[in-house]
């Protein structure tokens, strides 16, 4: 992206190398998480520069489990970054907001899709959590139920021991 037109958020995950979580925890700190913010690290997401769409997903998922509430029309632009959304790890941290964030009806296809894609992926944390994300998501909307069971069911047979300890957990109510 061309400098001048990078947001501020975007220059900053410019630097996080993808390991220095250290840095993330300072951005979360400085920045103020409001609506813009929330916004731009969602279209962040999507970015081709992995390290950059998993430090903005970081701080989506830290700024959701501090309270910062997505407003719907957050939600969209999340819903039509999905599609973008290729990296595991940038999939594992959506997927694990997804208790935080209440999805309209008209977006929960586009989820649905989403968390299919990543129960099936190679990476067990992905899976685990796609999994923990289409039961979240079935709690909102009853109709996505069976798929839910479903999810779980395979989660509790999976090859993995943490997606079989995944799938205990949200068993257990945790």
């Given amino acids: 992206m061309i400098r001048s037109m990078a947001g501020p958020l975007e220059c900053a995950l410019e630097a996080y190398d993808g390991s ?19 916004k731009e690290a969602i279209l962040l997401a999507g970015a081709p520069a992995v390290e950059v769409a998993r430090g903005a997903t970081w701080l989506i998922k830290e700024w959701l489990d501090r309270g910062v509430k997505c407003t719907p029309a957050t939600v969209q632009v999340l819903t039509d970054q999905l599609v973008a959304m290729a990296d595991p790890v940038v999939c594992q941290h959506i997927a694990q907001c997804l208790g935080s964030i209440r999805i309209p009806s008209v977006s929960a296809p586009r989820f649905v899709e989403f968390l299919e894609r990543g129960c099936g992926s190679n990476r067990p944390f992905q899976r685990a959590w796609s999994m923990d994300g289409l039961v979240r998501l079935a709690e909102q909307h009853g109709d996505y139920r ?3 069971e479903a999810a779980l069911a395979a989660g509790m047979s999976d090859p993995a021991a943490s997606v079989r300890a995944r799938a205990r957990r949200i068993l257990d109510g945790s």
Wanted: net charge negative.
């Fill in 20 to 38: 220095d979580v250290g840095l993330l925890h300072q951005f979360r700190d400085a920045l103020e998480p409001n609506q813009a913010r929330l």
């Fill in 146 to 148: 069976p798929l839910a």
